[in-house]
């Protein structure tokens, strides 16, 4: 899960980072058209931050029965 987070903030980053050095490279006169699609990856970040909080909270309960025994 931490791999797979850091893993999608990298691609968000090189994402808007290729898209204005793509911008400066043809020149002015072409704009960056971020499409409803570039919200993806972020959505993605915030399922997979909640997803590795229930994993957390999942392995400390387990944790927590261990001792029990």
Known sequence: ??????LVCLLSAL???FSETVETVLGNN???NYQPVVIIPLVS???VFLANKSIKKDD???RS???LR
Not at 1 to 6: A, H, Q, V, Y
């Open 65 to 67: 029965a261990d001792r």
């Open 60 to 62: 400390d309960l387990v």
């Open 15 to 17: 994402v808007f980072y």
């Open 1 to 6: 899960g931490k791999l797979n987070f850091i």
């Open 30 to 32: 072409i704009k960056a």
């Open 45 to 47: 970040l915030v399922l």
